[in-house]
């Protein structure tokens, strides 16, 4: 029987007293990948925001557990350590740490071990491979000059060197040209298939879906859940929109 990895009950979050998340309900299992879906501004990426303890949101209301652990409240940091990813949809350039030795100090944290040097090193250069990477990028400084596609490529390279229990990818396939967007369904298909892990996937797009299983699809609209299904909701809205669920 599939273990509940991420249980949320009547989730209320808020930004500066607005409220934005207005009792969301969320299991998912190992091994299940799901699929948030919504118009522009229905509160996709500030869920996963909220679940991953950004600052900038109060939860209000409700409980967040991680394999039956309450992590409501949490910093980002030990929601990191028990085993949740957020990949950003922008992500961030970090001027002074290279790519490889983000990683390494990553892992390290989550597992309070130290890892050889040598064992890393094959190990990111294999995972590189996964995604058709320059070996070189590794010993760049996090996503400093890096093509748009680079940093989405660099993010799932940090989750597939985590390994960890939830992941939640933000918009990883925007601004992705189609062979980027091929490259980056193969690393998390190979998380997939590695792993025990969930997928959280929040989306406009179905592109980097088409590798994927869906076992859930959940429509989000102004901060509420409309609409639950399974994958064939994915193709019921890509054949005919978000009105059916605006209310």
Known sequence: MSEELLVVKGLFASVDDKEILHGIDLTVKSNETHVIMGPNGAGKSTLGSVLMGDPRY?????TVKLSGEDITGLTPDKIAKKGMFLSFQNPIEVPGITLSNFIRSSIEARTGEHIRVWDFKKRLESLMKVLD???????????VGFSGGEKKKAEILQLLALSPKIAILDE??????????????DGIREYKDNTDGALIIITHSTKILEALTVDRTHVLVDGRITKEGDGSLVDDINENGFENYLR
Request: aromatic share 4%; hydrophobic share 30%; charged share 35%.
């Open 133 to 143: 990477m320059d070996p070189s990028y590794a010993e760049r400084d996090l996503n």
């Open 172 to 185: 990883t396939d925007s601004g992705l040209d189609v062979d980027a967007v091929k490259t980056v369904s």
């Open 58 to 62: 109060k939860i209000d209301k409700g």
